[in-house]
């Protein structure tokens, strides 16, 4: 499974980017996707998942209401509509996928950055 991740930016407090994440290879359609954030000096920290069939999503406490996570099966491809964007979201974002929701995320995009100004 190939990860592909785009859409970062600069954006002032306030603002919005929708990140996006191609996963290739067969098996990706039916695995789960996540998106994860790394700030500089900090640890990386789950943002949010959806399931295979999209029916399922979970977000980190600091996104819940801001972001949204949705994907497109037939593009095979992950989103992230992120808004009222903040400082603190300031980070490298990864998409990361999984085969079940027991499995760890064992597969990685190379990251974006997003960056908000106040």
């Known amino acids: 499974v190939q990860l592909q991740a785009s859409g970062g930016g600069s954006v002032q407090t306030g603002g919005s980017l929708r990140l996006s994440c191609a996963a290739s290879?067969?098996?990706?359609?039916?695995?789960?996707l996540g998106w994860f954030r790394q700030a500089p000096g900090k640890e990386r920290d789950f943002v949010a998942s959806?399931?295979?069939?999209?029916?399922?999503?979970d977000y980190a406490d600091s996104v819940k209401g801001r972001f949204t996570i949705s994907r497109d099966s037939a593009k095979n491809t992950v989103y992230l509509q992120m808004n009222s964007l903040k400082p603190e979201d300031t980070a490298v974002y990864y998409c990361?996928?999984?085969?079940?929701?027991?499995?760890?995320?064992?597969?990685w995009g190379q990251g974006t950055l997003v960056t908000v100004s106040s």
């Open positions: 990361a996928a999984r085969p079940t929701i027991l499995s760890q995320y064992n597969y």
């Open positions: 959806i399931s295979r069939t999209a029916g399922n999503t």
């Open positions: 290879g067969r098996a990706s359609v039916s695995y789960m």
